[in-house]
């Protein structure tokens, strides 16, 4: 039914948790990023911001040409309004779940991507210490936002688990690299520790989880050949229709 274009990061693990909660049948087509996959024309058809995850999906419910997706945040909304789980319509549920897949999306998730970028980037292209410590901080706050709401909460959006709580697990998992101790923040602690013990998570969080990108086995040149493949792009010429 799904193609899910994918990388190993966080972004793309949102997906195939939810893709394995709700049991749905999906084929993994492996995007690359360290080789440029993301940058083809194949599949700017499909994700216009060279960036995976991608999702198309075969059988979308109106009945007509297969629908395709970019951006980890519609595609969780997507799937679980397809599946009918994890998102529920009432309007107050909803928008609770709604607001804290948003701040994923436009918090959690990008500067937790920045701090991680500069905390390992080091001193290779000058001082990099105000941004190790502003993103650091930065991710630290947002541990602090969501340990007081899973101190007021179960769940990020509430009492049901949804997929404002799978959006956000992912990057958790990747605490220490940025700087962080999840066991300082007792109810984040209780929500992860939680969600761990979910089959689905581990099987959703174990996708190819052979592949990857290791950073020590590389050399200079490689690293200097990934970074210019992977940071400080510029807009592409414009593509004929």
Wanted: a negative charge; one cysteine or more; charged letters at 25%.
């Amino acid at each position: 039914m799904f193609d899910l274009y994918y990388w190993p990061t966080p972004n793309a693990k949102k997906v195939t948790i939810l893709l394995e909660e709700c049991a749905l049948p999906y084929t993994v087509r492996i995007c690359n990023i360290a080789r440029g996959d993301q940058f083809t024309d194949e599949f700017l058809a499909i994700s216009p911001n060279n960036r995976m995850p991608a999702l198309v999906d075969h059988e979308p419910a109106d009945g007509g040409a297969p629908l395709s997706l970019f951006e980890s945040g519609a595609m969780m909304m997507y799937i679980a309004e397809k599946c009918g789980q994890f998102w529920p319509q009432d309007t107050r549920t909803k928008y609770a779940v709604t607001q804290w897949l948003i701040w994923q999306m436009a918090n959690q998730g990008p500067k937790s991507g920045e701090c991680g970028h500069f905390r390992r980037l080091g001193d290779s292209r000058g001082d990099q210490s105000y941004a190790v410590a502003r993103f650091t901080d930065e991710v630290n706050r947002l541990y602090g936002v969501m340990n007081q709401r899973l101190y007021e909460s179960p769940y990020l959006a509430g009492d049901s688990y949804t997929i404002a709580d799978m959006i956000a697990y992912p990057w958790c998992a990747l605490a220490e690299s940025h700087g962080q101790d999840i066991a300082e923040f007792v109810h984040v602690k209780r929500w992860w520790d939680e969600l761990s013990a979910r089959p689905a998570v581990t099987r959703g969080m174990a996708v190819h989880s052979d592949l990857g990108i290791n950073l020590d086995a590389l050399s200079e040149e490689e690293k200097a050949s990934l970074r210019k493949l992977l940071y400080n792009q510029r807009a592409r010429p414009l593509r004929e229709r």
